[in-house]
T-cell receptor, first 113, second 110 residues
């Protein structure tokens, strides 16, 4: 158990819908990262927050957005969902920004029908 | 463009048969290189961080090494419980983005 929690574990929804994935980092970690993992593309870095501020953006679509709240939990919002958005979404946390080990949560499996 | 390539894509070993996994990278300047282990359906688990060429790190049967262009994950006398996908990632200087390779799927047969 990494100490990072993600909810829900599974999510099934329809195309065009909007969903919110939630992540609670390890106690004391200020950085939160979001990743998408699909079979054909591997693990793709989406976005990073540090203590409430956006620090880095990766391959995140405009239909996706995220934020980190004052209590340090984070939410990833996915809207206008497409079939291709079906994937495992991981949240990770680390104590600081930069080259520090990340602790990954168990992931949310999103299925778009 | 920053890039990470891992080889082989898949590897089957007999228990006790040592081997190495390769991670080639292209970055403008390396801040750090990371190895993770991922079991099916689970989140990646951190193994090592390497920062500069010549650096080596060890953990049980695993040893990671780093040169200016690639990193190797050496597995000595593997056991079936070492079966997993091994992921390599880099972070370049001047950015906080992480770039992951597609991984090597390792299967160790008893």
């Amino acid at each position: 158990d990494s100490g990072v929690t993600q909810t829900p574990k599974h999510l099934i929804t329809a195309t065009g819908q909007r969903v919110t994935l939630r992540c609670s980092p390890r106690s004391g970690d200020l950085s939160v990262y979001w990743y998408q993992q699909s079979l054909d593309q591997g693990l793709q870095f989406l976005i990073q927050y540090y203590n409430g501020e956006e620090r880095a953006k990766g391959n995140i679509l405009e239909r996706f957005s995220a934020q980190q709240f004052p209590d340090l939990h984070s939410e990833l919002n996915l809207s206008s969902l497409e079939l291709g958005d079906s994937a495992l979404y991981f949240c990770a946390s680390s104590v600081e920004v930069g080259s520090h080990e990340q602790f990954f949560g168990p992931g949310t499996r999103l299925t778009v029908l | 463009e920053d890039q990470v390539t891992q080889s082989p894509e898949a590897l089957r070993l007999q228990e006790g048969e040592s081997s190495s996994l390769n991670c080639s990278y292209t970055v403008s300047g390396l801040r750090g290189l990371f190895w993770y282990r991922q079991d099916p359906g689970k989140g990646p688990e951190f193994l090592f961080t390497l920062y500069s060429a010549g650096e080596e790190k060890e953990k049980e049967r695993l040893k990671a090494t780093l040169t200016k262009k690639e990193s190797f994950l050496h597995i000595t006398a593997p056991k079936p419980e070492d079966s997993a996908t091994y992921l390599c990632a880099v972070q370049a200087i001047g950015t906080y983005k992480y770039i992951f390779g597609t991984g090597t799927r390792l299967k160790v047969l008893a």
